[in-house]
């Protein structure tokens, strides 16, 4: 009878330690290549009308940074685009700067189906919001102008401020 129980034992660790040993965990990979693409299609210059300002508008000199985007899937992308709210690199500042900015559509490949895409964007604060309605290539201008604080003015050297542009799957 012991014999028999110790045999009954045996085969029931047997079978647990089978059954826990046969699982496993089998991946699916893929990868999703992005139907929406951002370039940079002009790189803008800041002017410096006055000693307290720099600005990217042509008629002080200036050129604003120009922005395409390239999407092969309609409603399926919005493309969010802010204009620089600080330096990424310059002397060191005196003061507060001001920032102000804006987007602009300004050339569509498809004028019947893009053309409402600079009356239907959204704002908010810095960032100018449009919605992919269509296919195809779309140029923005982004402006940007930067005002230091107090009428100070701005120090001597390199400035470099960044436009963000993103493409969001809605």
Do not use: H
């Not at 990217?56 to 092969?72: C, F, K, L, Y």
């Not at 019947?112 to 140029?139: C, F, H, I, P, Q």
């Amino acid at each position: 009878m012991v014999k028999t129980t110790l045999n009954s034992v045996a085969v029931a660790v047997g079978l647990l330690v089978f059954a826990s040993t046969a699982n496993a965990d089998t991946p699916i990979n893929g990868t999703v290549e992005s139907r929406c693409i951002i370039q940079t299609d002009r790189a803008g210059t800041y002017a410096n009308p006055n000693a307290y300002t720099l600005t990217t508008s042509p008629t002080d000199g200036g050129e604003t940074a120009r922005i395409r985007v390239d999407t092969t899937l309609a409603d399926a992308y919005y493309v969010a685009i802010t204009a620089p709210t600080e330096f990424s690199s310059s002397p060191n500042l005196p003061d507060v700067v001001t920032w102000t900015g804006d987007t602009e559509v300004d050339t569509v490949s498809d004028a019947t189906n893009m053309g409402d895409y600079e009356t239907n964007k959204t704002e908010l604060g810095m960032t100018d919001r449009y919605d992919l309605t269509a296919t195809g290539s779309v140029w923005f201008k982004t402006s940007s102008t930067a005002v230091m604080g107090g009428s100070k003015a701005f120090p001597g050297g390199n400035y470099t401020a960044l436009v963000q542009a993103e493409c969001i799957a809605q």
